[in-house]
C-alpha cells in the first residue's frame, strides 16, 4: 500500500514531468531542426512561402528527385575541405587541452598548498584577466605577431588560447585541490616521496575527475572560439567555426548556407558524444571533485 501511495503520480510531479518535457523540447528543438533542415536544399529549409516545405521537401524532391539529399555535407566536406578544418580544430584543442592542464594542475596544486598570502591575489590577479573580453586580449597580440610574421599559424593561436584558458584552470584546480587533505602529501612524503613525487602518484589519482572535468571546459573553450581563432587564424588554417561563419556570407557576399548548415550538424555532432562518454566523470567532477577528508 505504502509503495503505490509513494509510485502515484500527484499533481507536483506532474507538472514538473510537463515541465522537464517543455525545457528539453525547447532546449532540443533547434539542434533537430537545423539536422532535418541539412537534408534538405536551401529553398526549403529557408523557404519563406510554407514553412512546411522545409518538412516534406517539395523543392528537395524537385531538384533531387527525393525528398532528402546529402549535397549539403558533400559540398562542405569535399567541395570546401571541411575536414581540412576539422584537423586543424582537433590539433588547436588538443594542445590547448593539454597545456592547459599541465600548468593548471602544476600551478593549482602549488597556490593550494602554497601558505604564503600572494597565493590569493595571484588567483585575484588571474580572475580578472579571464573576466575581460577576449577581443581585448587578441587585439594586443596582433602587433608583435604581425611583426614577427608568425600570425595565421595554429602555433600562435594555441598560446592565445592557453593564454585565456589558463586562469579558469588555475581556479578550478586550485579548488579541487583544496578539498584534498594535506595530510595525503605528508604521508607520501614520510614514507619517502619528494613532493613532486608525491604529487604524482598521490594527489593527481585521488583528483582525477577534477582533471577530466576541467579539460571538458578547456575542450569546449578552444572548440567554440570564434574571436581568438577569426583574428589570428589565415584562411587556410581555419578551425571549424570561422569556416562555418565563411560558408554563411555576408550582406555583399552570397554564401553557401546549406554547406554551413551541414557544417554546423558536423561540428554538433562530436559533443553529444563526448558529454555521454564522459557523462559520469564530469558528475562525479563538479559534485565531488575529490575525496572527503
Not at 41 to 67: C, H, I, M, R, Y
Request: hydrophobic share 55%; glycine share 8%; proline share 4%.
Amino acid at each position: 500500500m505504502a509503495t503505490q501511495l509513494e509510485t502515484r503520480m500527484t499533481p507536483v510531479k506532474a507538472i514538473s514531468f510537463a515541465l522537464v518535457g517543455l525545457w528539453l523540447l525547447i532546449a532540443a528543438f533547434p539542434f533537430l531542426w537545423t539536422f532535418w533542415g541539412s537534408f534538405k536544399v536551401q529553398a526549403d529549409f529557408f523557404s519563406k512561402a510554407d514553412w512546411t516545405n522545409a518538412l516534406w521537401g517539395t523543392n528537395t524532391t524537385e531538384e533531387t528527385g527525393g525528398a532528402f539529399t546529402g549535397a549539403g555535407y558533400h559540398g562542405a566536406w569535399i567541395t570546401e575541405e571541411f575536414w581540412q578544418n576539422v584537423i586543424n580544430s582537433g590539433i588547436v584543442v588538443f594542445f590547448t587541452v593539454i597545456i592547459s592542464l599541465t600548468f593548471g594542475t602544476l600551478g593549482g596544486y602549488a597556490l593550494a598548498r602554497s601558505g604564503f598570502r600572494y597565493a590569493f591575489w595571484l588567483l585575484m590577479a588571474a580572475l580578472v584577466f579571464r573576466a575581460m573580453p577576449h577581443i581585448t586580449l587578441v587585439s594586443g597580440y596582433l602587433l608583435p605577431f604581425f611583426e614577427w610574421n608568425i600570425w595565421g599559424h595554429l602555433p600562435t593561436t594555441i598560446i592565445v588560447l592557453v593564454a585565456i584558458n589558463q586562469p579558469f584552470t588555475l581556479w578550478m584546480l586550485h579548488s579541487f585541490f583544496l578539498n584534498i587533505p594535506k595530510d595525503m602529501d605528508e604521508s607520501a612524503m614520510v614514507d619517502g616521496c619528494t613532493r613532486f613525487q608525491a604529487f604524482r602518484h598521490v594527489i593527481v589519482p585521488v583528483m582525477w575527475p577534477g582533471v577530466i572535468t576541467t579539460g571538458l571546459f578547456s575542450f569546449l573553450l578552444a572548440y567554440n572560439d570564434f574571436a581568438v581563432t577569426a583574428m589570428l587564424l589565415s584562411e587556410e588554417n581555419e578551425t571549424i567555426i570561422p569556416a562555418i561563419n565563411s560558408f554563411l556570407g555576408t550582406t555583399q557576399v552570397e554564401g553557401k548556407v546549406m554547406y554551413a548548415v551541414a557544417a554546423v550538424v558536423s561540428a554538433t555532432a562530436p559533443l553529444f558524444v563526448l558529454i555521454l562518454f564522459f557523462q559520469r566523470q564530469i558528475v562525479s567532477g563538479m559534485t565531488a571533485g575529490a575525496v572527503k577528508g
